[in-house]
């Protein structure tokens, strides 16, 4: 498609929304036609979705977890990111199916092979043109979280939880180098703000 698909990605307190806000400014600055998004979100669908996932006060099984964000993962593709990708827009977004292979499949450990197979019949199979990662240690990340009150439901999962799911993001990025920007979440916004817009600025050409 005509348009550039980026997507950031990390796990809690990396920072992605301080990133995703200072991309978009760039790309406005710039006059670049964009979208900004965030999973699960996005829609009224994924609004609502997005409530039920993040709630504290409700236990929720790996596989119904799953099912909820690829939900809202079908409605965001099909009403927002493919038809801006089709009129040759950026879209930016705050989490995709790399979170759901992270934190379903290696963070709980549901099968591999079924979550590759759901996640393309969910996305017919629209991949990013460019993912960045950003990376940190979840110690340093969940102080973060903890630093700004009210963590939510994933926030507030264990410490070998969190582990598993930035080892997930660190062996999805190791798979496709292509694909990744693999960044230290804990080094300067700044900086790292200038080499995402560097490796954005490559694709746009």
Do not use: N
């Amino acid at each position: 498609m005509p348009g550039l698909f980026i997507t950031l990605e990390g796990p809690e307190g990396a920072g992605k929304s301080t990133q995703l806000a200072r991309l978009a400014a760039r790309l406005a600055g710039r006059g670049v036609p964009h979208v900004v998004t965030r999973e699960p979100g996005g829609t009224p669908l994924g609004m609502r979705v997005r409530e039920v996932l993040l709630d504290p006060e409700l236990s929720i099984e790996p596989l119904p977890e799953l099912l909820l964000y690829s939900a809202s993962r079908a409605q965001l593709v099909r009403e927002v990111i493919r038809p801006a990708l089709e009129r040759g827009k950026v879209v930016v977004c705050d989490r995709y199916a790399d979170s759901s292979a992270a934190y379903q499949g290696f963070g709980r450990g549901l099968d591999g092979a079924f979550l590759e197979a759901l996640t393309r019949e969910v996305t017919g199979g629209l991949t990013p043109d460019l993912t960045v990662l950003l990376d940190l240690d979840p110690a340093l990340g969940l102080s973060r979280v903890a630093a700004r009150g009210q963590p939510d439901r994933l926030e507030r999962a264990d410490l070998g939880f969190h582990a598993r799911v930035r080892k997930g993001f660190l062996t999805l990025a190791a798979r496709d180098p292509e694909r990744f920007l693999v960044l230290d979440g804990a080094r300067d916004a700044d900086a790292l703000a200038e080499d995402i817009w560097r490796a954005v600025a490559e694709r746009l050409g």
